[in-house]
């Protein structure tokens, strides 16, 4: 399964859901954020060496690092 | 006096609303427990009704401990009866983010009784772009009076404030019950659906912010725009803090210079200018620093670029436990560790602020200069090497700084792999907020604040401990002798700690006065080998030292010590005050000398193994 984390810059994708390594609290803070089932979700940066990427959610920007976004599983081409 | 409780997420513009409302007129006070400030002011047009700034949150769904607290307290705010009203600002031009937590604060108000007014700030920005916001259609769903307000231009905040003046006529609201009974999940959708209905269309914000963040993200622009942003940064703390703080001490000084010929007798004179000024001085010398730094600090903030630097820093720090957020504190640090301490606040994940917190005080700040430039110059030979490319001294000088910074990652990664506290841990989840120009009065508004806080809460303790050590270093002998004094007769007892890295009581005295600043160290050596001026010239220092025959183990041993040591009372002072946790700060301190010890000892073995 794709996760955020696979995205590239340019990317769509539409989340699927999150896999049971994301704790609890980090999941309900993604929810509040937008990120939940069904959204679509854009990769607008993804910067060099590893670091966060940027990924639009709604009308909001917000940049996931690898622990994160690695769990939050996604279709893309929505 | 009736208060109304200001709420709203991170980055919706509180601040500017409040300082609109109330005229900066305000106090600040700290939650037991946590960081974050809450303030509250009378608003000028009302004055019968006191806003209360709450600090801003995604969600009354607590994540971490210290969100809990700040839930806990709003919670706590809604049950007293003299909090009339509540407004909930929200940014209308990302409504969703917004909209989640309007609805549960909607809930509870209806819960409790209390009127709500949703105040949709940035309109003049929708107003700019050509975009608009259904606030009659979304006060409608809210069941409350939705406002498009400009926290910045003031557009829509008269009509804001007659609707709080009608709340606090009517006393009693009508009970709404819409959302009384409904759960968080469906509150998320809620959001979602009123945010699609209701909120701005078209993309444009977000293009805008995208094209900028092209080039502030780019590995190679990006990265040159952060190198030239943190010198700045860098440099207003050295440079643009100096004046004002060579303007405090030539202030202080000519006070003295007024009032000590005025004295009596000896005793009071030297009380005056030593222990008087010199404690006053000890900590108001910092204000300065404070202040441009965290005016600095609420310009990037403000302008958005401070969430881009944490993204940038973010990858190298996780792996010592930090966060992106950390650079910016720990950078500080490497000035002076209490603006560091200070800037710490912007992190907001506890855990992650805690290990800043340790991290800082290794910095190598400029209060070591000194120090290093006398042991370096006294056991470091001076010659090159490399055909003169590379000085001994100078090298010497870089390994120690490298060193102090290298044992603060050290200590962070390894304190965060042996210690998992999810709890009170966050995400990297990073709202990038849009660029804007910074608002001028409420960051100096934080500065003032920030400097104030220091001077009332840490000054008191700084000035004490001068005033103390003072007194020890005077007496029983009236400031005839050091070594003679009750400090000399401390420097003797503690000897025998210090014995074993090759160091005598008078070494032992100069760590300990160099608890008040580490820059002290130099000066009581000076005094006790009897020269006049030697902070501000070491280099008889350097010749009584080198002529006392301390062994080069015992110089190197210092240097490590200094570097690790956690010797500064400012430092300790401001730590406690800011992690609100005396036990974590002693046991930093403690834990700090001892391995600043084990490292001194560790090298003077080494040392005598070459020797």
């Known amino acids: 399964m794709d996760t955020l984390w696979n995205l590239r810059a340019g990317e769509v994708c539409e989340i699927v859901g999150y896999d049971d390594a994301l704790a609890e609290p980090y999941r309900v803070r993604l929810m509040e954020f937008g990120f939940h089932a069904g959204e679509a979700v854009t990769c607008l940066h993804a910067p060099a060496f590893g670091a966060p990427k940027v990924y639009r959610v709604s009308d909001t920007v917000y940049s996931l690092d690898d622990e994160v976004a690695a769990h939050v599983r996604v279709r893309r081409n929505v | 006096m009736s208060r109304v409780l200001l709420v709203g997420s991170p980055n919706s513009g509180k601040s500017l609303l409040f300082n609109r409302l109330t005229g900066l007129s305000h106090k600040v006070a700290n939650f037991p427990g946590i960081t974050v400030d809450v303030s509250s002011g009378p608003i000028r047009a009302l004055r019968e009704l006191e806003l209360v700034d709450f600090p801003g949150t995604y969600s009354l769904q607590p994540i971490s401990g210290e969100e809990r607290v700040a839930v806990e307290q709003f919670e ?27 609805l549960q604060v909607i809930r509870e108000c209806q819960r409790h009784g209390k009127p709500v007014t949703v105040l949709a700030n940035m309109i003049d920005v929708l107003d700019k772009h050509g975009m608009t916001l259904d606030a009659e259609g979304l006060a409608q769903s809210l069941q409350a009076p939705v406002l498009p307000v400009s926290a910045r231009s003031g557009k829509g905040v008269d009509t804001a404030i007659a609707q709080l003046r009608a709340n606090h006529d009517r006393r009693e609201s009508a009970p709404r019950e819409q959302f009384i009974d409904t759960p968080d999940e469906l509150l998320r959708g809620t959001a979602h659906q009123l945010a699609r209905r209701y909120g701005p269309r078209g993309d444009v914000l977000v293009q805008s912010q995208t094209a900028l963040d092209t080039f502030f993200l780019h590995s190679v622009t990006g990265g040159f725009a952060f190198l030239l942003i943190m010198y700045l940064l860098f440099q207003s703390i050295f440079t643009w803090a100096a004046p004002a703080m060579d303007a405090v001490e030539a202030l202080l000084g000519w006070s003295a210079g007024l009032i000590v010929p005025l004295l009596g007798n000896d005793l009071a004179r030297d009380f005056t200018t030593d222990a008087l000024f010199g404690g006053i001085g000890a900590f108001l010398v910092f204000v300065p620093q404070i202040f441009v730094l965290t005016f600095v600090i609420g310009l990037l903030e403000d302008s958005g670029y401070m969430a881009r630097a944490a993204l940038i820093c973010h990858k190298p720090l996780r792996l010592f436990g930090l966060t992106g957020k950390s650079f910016i504190p720990m950078l500080s640090g490497v000035a002076c560790a209490i603006p560091g301490i200070y800037a710490a606040r912007a992190i907001d994940s506890p855990r992650k602020r805690l290990l800043t917190y340790m991290a800082i005080p290794l910095m190598p700040c400029s209060a070591r200069l000194p120090v290093y430039t006398l042991l370096i110059a006294a056991f470091i030979p001076s010659g090159t090497a490399l055909g003169g490319l590379v000085g001994w001294q100078g090298l010497a000088m870089f390994g120690i700084y490298f060193f102090g910074m290298l044992c603060g990652l050290l200590v962070t990664g390894l304190v965060s792999r042996t210690s998992p506290d999810h709890y009170t841990d966050l995400p990297f989840v990073l709202e990038l907020p849009p660029y804007r120009l910074p608002g001028l009065l409420p960051i100096l508004r934080n500065s003032w604040n920030r400097s104030k806080h220091f001077v009332t809460k840490a000054g ?74 030697a902070d501000e010239n070491v280099v008889p220092l350097v010749d009584h030292i080198q002529a006392s025959g301390l062994a080069i183990g015992s110089g190197l041993a210092l240097l490590v010590f200094f570097a690790i040591a956690l010797q500064c009372v400012s430092t300790l002072a401001i730590l406690a005050r800011e992690s609100a946790s005396r036990s974590f700060t002693l046991k930093l301190a403690f834990g700090y000398f001892a391995l600043a010890y084990a490292a001194a000892l560790l090298v003077y073995q080494l040392a005598g193994l070459f020797s």
């Open chain 2, 76 to 102: 706590s705010a809604l049950r007293d009866a003299n909090v009339g009203q509540v407004v909930c600002l929200i940014d209308a031009t990302r409504l969703e983010k917004s909209l989640y937590l309007t």
């Open chain 2, 460 to 533: 008191k303790i700084i000035f004490t401990v001068t005033v103390v050590i003072w007194v020890l270093g005077y007496f029983p002998n009236f400031g005839a002798d050091l070594g003679a004094s009750w400090l000399g007769q401390l420097g003797r007892l503690i000897e025998p700690l210090f014995t074993p890295i090759g160091l005598d009581w008078r070494y032992g005295v100069a760590i300990f006065t160099s608890f008040l600043a580490r820059e002290v160290f130099v000066g009581t050596l000076g005094t006790i080998f009897g020269i006049e001026g």
